[in-house]
């Protein structure tokens, strides 16, 4: 568990996610998806049960290097953050992070704090050799925030994203652990 005060001087409690976890991270998603057009998913679009969710989530947690951070302010689930490893042999040096944060504490170094952590827990990891994501072309905070950890432009995907009508391409960056 690691606590770190957000710049508006609320406290927030990082600690790895757990099974019982469950149906917050639920309610979660379903807040944060309605809070940008930056996701994958809108408002109320994760459909899962507290079960299987439940059992999405150990499933992730059993399989090393694969991480699940949450921040809590208080008793609310304010911000998330995950990188997850393909099994294959060939593959398995990378991994795929995401971020997420309540709108209410946008600002605050929320993302920050977890990506800090993150990203040390990834570069403690002998098998991880690289860092990925994938995120909007429009999204100029995130990659700014990636920016600032040294992620680098690596490709494209054009027109990945549809929000109604309107296509976004896809930004791909990654970041070295070993250089
Ligand atoms: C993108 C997101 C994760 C950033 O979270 P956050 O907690 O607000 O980020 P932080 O406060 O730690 O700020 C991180 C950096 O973002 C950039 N940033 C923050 N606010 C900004 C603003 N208003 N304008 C431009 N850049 C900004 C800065 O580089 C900042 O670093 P600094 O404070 O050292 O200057 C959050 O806005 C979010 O969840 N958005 C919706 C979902 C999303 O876009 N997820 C990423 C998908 S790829």
Not at 10 to 31: F, H, P, S, V
Request: proline share 2%; aromatic share 10%.
């Amino acid at each position: 568990m690691k606590s770190v005060q957000l710049k508006d001087g609320t406290t927030l409690k990082i600690r790895e996610a757990r099974g019982d976890d469950a149906e917050k991270i639920i309610e979660y998603m379903n807040a944060v998806g309605g809070e940008s057009n930056f996701l994958t998913f809108g408002k109320k679009e994760c459909r899962l049960s507290a079960e299987e969710e439940r059992d999405a989530l150990q499933n992730l947690l059993c399989r090393p290097p694969n991480l699940f951070l949450v921040g809590f302010a208080g008793d609310g689930l304010a911000c998330c953050a995950n990188f997850v490893a393909p099994r294959n042999a060939r593959v398995a040096h990378n991994c795929e992070m995401s971020v997420t944060v309540r709108k209410k504490y946008w600002h605050l170094g929320a993302a920050t704090a977890l990506l800090e952590e993150l990203i040390a827990h990834a570069k403690a990891n002998p098998s991880l050799e690289a860092v990925h994501l994938g995120v909007y072309e429009n999204n100029g905070r995130a990659i700014r925030l990636y920016r600032k950890f040294g992620f680098e432009y690596s490709g494209c995907l054009r027109r990945y994203f549809r929000v109604g009508d309107r296509y976004y391409d896809e930004i791909l960056m990654d970041l070295s652990l070993r250089r």
